[in-house]
């Protein structure tokens, strides 16, 4: 018989150019790749031995036929049965499997396998004969037992669909429709080598559906992913494999995107993958900006990979310009976490601390900086439990009039007191909140407090003017957080003007854009705005002219310095403008007679500070200012 080998030829270019993609794209090496990449070599043999098998027939020994063509026919009823595995991985249902399952799904596939290695003394499933291959009496079970695999891929894929995406549902159900038809037309019709040709155009659908580069790499860099990095780290994990982490994270790129646009920034981070690809080997991913982080085996210690750091550069070499930047970096080792999100957070938490304390030197995750990281879970925890169960504490610390020191408003402050841990520092807990996404929901628990205060008791009539209550740059930024707050005060039933709302400079600077906006709002509905902790961070005068502020609060850190008598006239001279504008000023962390006297001297409005009072629970702030009871009718 004549085979026609032209299906054939097309498959083994389509598998070629398929595996080709695949391998020479960022892929996973976790099992369904692992499966991917066997169903789509197996192919690739089966192909080639196929075109082998036809074109050396009638030309090698019988001997030597057998052996190509029983090595063809392996490969091709072995792709049913490694269909079924996939898809088995792709739904989930691996881990479900005992030995015993494994054993009926081999089962079809070693029945083959036996009547083919027999084939040779029995000429059951094929035979040679004068140097050419012909089919033997019992070929046709070849057909049916692929018919078996796929009917039951299908019934494994129709079991498990609600557990699946669409288009990978459709990418095997596609899959399945075509092999069926071909290997129908084949069995009608054996010249016609179809189940090859319907393999691989099955392959490339998969590849395509189920393979994507996009989903697990990053789109500017062809690095991985953070999705993919959590794979990979899983994929180590469970094979017990030991590994270092590398984390890096490139100060200034913001700058570098406004300096030289957006083109040259990308291809500063692709100039970075490839360095720490250069210096680590391994496996680098783009977390998010200008942040990396690269899994390397080429390290023993966590001390070999911090010393190789220093063949990274600081200078990025271009054709016009020579970029100088500097950067963050840790390194950790494997044993250091337990599981890929803690991984994340730690190396999240790594690079934070390094900016700060490391002072440019790579910073080794140690026994002392877990243990800092553990502390912070824990705070994180407390806060949760805190806002859920209600028990955030909200303090009250009265601010004075700096001529008669009589109480004139109050600023809420956030306490929390964990069973565990105690009393927890606002300092500590604060941060933890805003980069951990607590600080709406603790936001809000402060201002129920601050309401029911106003609601219950008339401030304005023991000369209480407002209360004062923090915003952070993410609330600045949440026009949502505006109207909810809106919506709080009609509920309340409070006036106007009983709620001030304090912003760090850092946060007017960092959002002034949509903060302009939502200042403008509350404005117009009775709300007041105090730049707070001011001299701290980048502020300047045409920010306090540009946004709507009434009063402005110099930090304690401030005051300290300024005791000295040429640094305290600068302040003096600082204060003026505010007045000029009908700005307010308000002096923090007074402690001594001696600092309360400067800041009247510079002619500040208010103070605060522990001289006058500390923060004061509710009932001891309600009888430190004398407030009454409203009469509700």
Known sequence: MRY?????????????????????????????????AA??????????????????????????????????????????????????????????LRWRHYVLILLPFAAEFLLLITSPVTGQGFYISNRHYSQGPLAFTAYAAAAVYILASLIVVLCSRKHMTGRRLWAILAFMAIQLPAAAMQYFNHSLLLTEFAASISLLIMYISMQPSAEIADPI???????????????????????????????GLRRI??????????DFLKFIVKSLGEVYGGKTARVYGGEFCVLTTRFHTPEEAAAAAEKLPAEWPTEKYTVTFESTKVVMDSETFQTPGEMQELLDFALRYAKKASGGAVLVVDSTLRAKYYRRQLVRRAVTDAIREDRVNVFFQPIVTAGEGEVAAAEALARITDMQLGPIPPAEFIPIAEQSGLILDLGRCVRKKVWQLIGDYDIRAA????????????????????????????????????????ITETAAVASEEALEDNMALMLHNGFAFQLDDYGTGYSSMSNLISLPFDVVKIDRSIVTMAEDERRGKLVRRMIAPFHGYGIKVVCE?????????????????????????????????????????????
């Open 221 to 251: 860099t062809n690095a991985y992913n953070i999705s993919a990095m959590t794979a990979l780290v899983s994929h180590s994990y469970s094979h017990r494999e030991h590994f270092l982490v590398f984390g890096y994270s490139v100060e």
């Open 463 to 502: 000369g209480v003017d407002h209360i004062s209550v923090n915003l952070s740059a993410v609330e600045c930024t949440q026009k949502s957080v505006m109207e909810t707050i809106l919506a709080e005060q009609e509920r309340t039933g409070a006036g106007t003007g009983l709620v001030h709302f304090e």
């Open 4 to 36: 026609n080998i032209d299906f054939v030829i097309c498959s083994l270019v389509i598998t070629t150019v398929t595996m080709g993609y695949y391998f020479f794209s960022p892929r996973l090496n976790d099992l369904q790749g692992k499966m991917f």
């Open 589 to 633: 962390g007074i402690e001594t007679m001696e600092q309360a006297q400067m800041v009247r001297s510079w002619g500040t409005d208010y103070i605060q500070g522990y001289l006058f009072s500390r923060p004061l629970p509710p009932e001891a702030f309600i009888k430190f200012a004398g407030l009454k009871k409203r009469n509700h009718k």
């Open 39 to 96: 169903l789509g070599l197996v192919l690739f043999a089966a192909s080639a031995l196929d075109i082998a098998a036809v074109l050396l027939d009638g030309l090698l020994s019988d001997a030597a036929l057998y052996m190509v063509n029983m090595a063809f026919l392996l490969c091709l009823n072995g792709l049913p049965c490694l269909l079924l595995i996939y898809i088995l991985v792709i739904v989930g249902k691996r881990g479900d």
């Open 257 to 266: 995107n406004d300096l030289y646009g957006e083109n040259m920034a990308n």
